[in-house]
């Protein structure tokens, strides 16, 4: 893959970069995070105008026809202003679902409303006993009829207390940790017997805790194959870590960005902290994290089309150890760099800090894949 960005990349950095310099300053984002939704639905609008909501879907469904290189570049511009808007939970986790799972018809009647701005989704599969084990499942969903009855609970869905739907994962068939036996299902938000109890994150972000009990969903709600949804969900979730470690590099060249303009200005025994040997060592430090962090980033976006599956199982995994803990090392960094500063609420730097360790902890911390590698190594 050639990460050297073409023109129509270079465009649509400058178009998001420039849109959200005049909408997302760290000010107008406290703002937005009192906003009922808890981000703004303006804001969300001019990202349906800017066809970001369609750019990774086909042209014949409203969208761009763009890949994972052209989420990686937004996600990255997001990152470095901490956006608040479901894009992450609707384009790119319930996206990715559709677009590889879902029928023709599906994919017709959701994917151009994505694109409008229209329909917001969300991808709830983590269950509260399960970890970062995507085979835990023990919500169910039992043939009534022509349809099926779900009962269980998801838990921390992002976004899903704003989703007009949910794709749900529940088990048809199997144990609990069997990987068949998993399907996924469309479940209106506002479907009988579905209840959503919503909360902010600790990084300023949205989420959810959904129960369901008893809610009816018919056989055209089956996203894929009955019983086959765990390959799905796997590809969800490594799209999910490409678009977030992408996101975790933006948030990192705001810190650097912040904490180098930081030491110019704060002085300390009479001369700039800038000027003490310590403090050059620290950040160039820093800036070879993020260095690293960006590499890491680019290879997750490689392989998530990587028809290999045990490769693009380790890459990803590389990816996601490499990115979380350049994230730490700069966010830790920066926050130490600020000293008291960087602690308190009026201060963006915390914010990006707070924002880096959910992403690190996101689908499995950074000790997790670890494991994974040395067993896949054996």
């Known amino acids: 893959m050639d990460f050297e960005p073409s023109e129509d990349q270079r465009l649509l950095v400058e178009s998001v970069t420039r849109m959200l310099g005049d909408q997302y300053s760290f000010a ?13 639905t303006a804001v969300w609008s001019q990202f349906a105008e800017l066809g970001l909501l369609g ?34 939970p609707t384009v790119v986790l319930a996206g990715t679902a559709i677009r590889l799972a ?32 995507l085979t835990d499942v023990v919500t169910t969903a039992k043939r009534n009829g022509s349809g099926w009855l779900l009962d269980g609970s998801k838990t921390v869905v992002s976004h899903g207390e704003a989703a007009d739907k949910i794709i749900v994962s529940a088990r048809t068939a199997g144990d609990r940790y069997d990987e068949d036996g998993i399907t996924l299902f469309l479940v209106d938000a506002k479907a009988a017997g579905l209840s959503r109890r919503g909360y902010q994150s600790r990084d300023d972000s949205r989420a959810a805790d959904i129960a369901l009990s008893n809610v009816s969903v018919s056989d055209a709600d089956v996203l894929g194959a009955v019983g086959k949804g765990l390959p799905i969900i796997r590809s969800v979730v490594e799209a999910g870590i490409a678009a977030t470690a992408a996101e975790t590099v933006g948030a990192m060249e705001a810190m650097n960005e912040m904490t180098l303009e930081y030491s110019k200005t704060r002085v300390q025994f009479g001369q700039p902290i800038g000027s003490y040997q310590v403090v050059q060592h620290r950040m160039a430090d820093m800036f070879m994290a993020q260095e690293q962090g960006r590499s890491m980033a680019m290879l997750a976006t490689m392989s998530v089309d990587n028809p290999d599956a045990a490769q693009r199982e380790r890459d990803i995994a590389m990816a996601k150890v490499g990115v979380g803990q350049a994230g730490r090392y700069v966010s ?6 600020h000293g008291g500063i960087g602690m308190t609420e009026e201060y963006a730097v915390g914010h990006y800090f707070r924002r880096c360790m959910v992403i690190e902890r996101l689908f499995g911390d950074p000790a997790y894949y670890l494991q994974k590698l040395s067993t896949t190594i054996e």
């Open 28 to 40: 107008q984002r406290k703002t937005y995070m009192t906003m009922p939704e808890g981000y703004s």
């Open 55 to 88: 750019l990774p879907f086909a042209e014949e469904y409203g969208g761009f026809g763009g890949g994972a290189q052209e989420v990686m570049l937004v996600m990255q511009a997001f990152g470095r202003v901490l956006v608040l808007e479901p894009y992450f």
């Open 102 to 133: 879902g029928s023709a018809e599906q994919r017709q009647a959701l994917l151009p409303a994505i694109a409008e701005g229209s329909l917001k989704m969300a991808f709830a599969h983590g269950e509260r006993q399960a970890r970062y084990d």
């Open 332 to 337: 830790q960094s920066a926050v130490q760099m």
